[in-house]
């Protein structure tokens, strides 16, 4: 009797287990086996309906950049049930996916920047993005002295898209350094869903030196004893640690 030959796909990445973060570039491989001329690429979640990534041609690789082709509908939040899968454009029976994958947000720090020098004790602000949902608080710290994580401010509401910033409370912390760093991070994600937490670029925390006298337009006159034997007083305060202080 009559039979028919068809071509197979076997998708080879992802194959299951990978966390993909959203706005970031992944390649998506697979196997064609026979006459296989166009495939679609398609996300799958079991309560959403599927969403068509492309149609490239049978054997090879697509580049997926989620911010050029895909925008990460409400329905998918942070998902942990997706899959991929790779199906033949001219025959739906011929297709492969991959096991389940994490789609995850993805967070961002904007400032401060390397070029940063931040004064202990003034106001300052931590500015991030938030790139996809996050469905979860955030925590944003700094680096302390002794290698600890500091608390600025804990539990900031940003669960949606979008930038945000906080102003560091009571002013910039007594770490004076070159390789400063802040970074944000979910405060309670459910492991499988955490985005990976973002670390600023090194920045400069300085002190400062505030001279009190003399005042503006004040006259300090040679000391030359005993013809003149008055003192007059330099003063200063330091603000952060105190460093060796030359007076000239």
């Known amino acids: 009797g009559a039979f028919q030959i068809k071509g197979s796909l076997k998708m080879d990445y992802p194959d299951g287990g990978q966390t993909w973060v959203v706005g970031e570039k992944q390649t998506i491989t697979w196997t064609a086996t026979g006459m296989i001329l166009n495939v679609d690429l398609k996300f799958s979640q079991p309560t959403v309906e599927d969403i068509v990534l492309g149609t490239p041609s049978g054997a090879g690789q697509h580049s997926w950049d989620d911010s050029g082709n895909w925008t990460v509908p409400d329905d998918w939040k942070i998902a942990n049930n997706v899959k991929v899968k790779v199906i033949n454009t001219a025959d739906s029976t011929v297709f492969s996916e991959s096991g389940v994958i994490t789609i995850t947000g993805k967070l961002q720090v904007t400032q401060p920047i390397v070029t940063d020098e931040w004064t202990v004790g003034s106001t300052q602000a931590v500015y991030w993005d938030v790139i996809g949902p996050l469905n979860d608080l955030v925590t944003v710290e700094y680096l302390k002295a002794n290698g600890d994580w500091g608390i600025i401010m804990e539990n900031c509401s940003c669960v949606d898209p ?3 910033f906080v102003s560091w409370p009571g002013g910039v912390a007594d770490v ?5 760093y802040v970074r944000v991070r979910m405060s309670n994600p459910p492991s499988a869903w955490k985005a990976p937490t973002a670390l600023s670029a090194p920045f400069k925390i300085r002190g400062k030196v505030v001279v009190g006298r003399p005042l503006l337009n004040e006259a300090y006159s040679v000391y030359n004893a005993p013809v ?13 640690t105190t460093p060796p202080t030359q007076i000239n």
């Open 228 to 240: 003149q034997q008055a003192t007059f007083p330099i003063t200063w305060t330091y603000v952060g």
């Open 176 to 180: 004076i350094t070159d390789t400063a």
């Open 162 to 164: 979008g930038s945000y």
